[in-house]
């Protein structure tokens, strides 16, 4: 089994900053793919981020240029940093690590931004 946990949500102004850590444990040998989404009200979930192993980076359009995606292997922990945030990246921010026979998710962390 594997448990990730993600922290640093909370309530911030538009433009403010919110650093997410999502660290992982359990049987875990190696951490190849690690993704962040998130579910706004009344949306479905989407893809926000998503990091290699490597180091390689996707995000998503919408936070393109504010939102940073790094990963420290050595401590199992994946982190999403949230700057020049908008009300619009309201919503429940959830950590997502895919593996070759299921996936896992955080329990999530809600982010309010207020205009």
């Known amino acids: 089994q594997v448990q990730l946990v993600e922290s640093g949500g909370g309530l911030v102004q538009a433009g403010g900053s919110l650093r997410l850590p999502c660290a992982a444990s359990?049987?875990?040998?190696?951490?190849?793919?690690m993704g962040w989404y998130r579910q706004a009200p009344g949306k479905q979930r989407e893809l926000v981020a998503s990091i290699t192993s490597g180091g390689i980076t996707n995000y998503a359009d919408s936070v393109m240029g504010r939102f940073t995606i790094s990963r420290d292997n050595a401590k199992s922990t994946g982190y999403l940093q949230m700057d020049s945030l908008k009300p619009e990246d309201t919503g429940v921010y959830y950590c997502?690590?895919?593996?070759?026979?299921?996936?896992?998710w955080g329990q999530g962390t809600q982010v309010s931004v207020s205009s």
């Open positions: 997502y690590l895919p593996t070759p026979t299921r996936g896992y």
């Open positions: 359990g049987s875990i040998f190696s951490i190849n793919v």
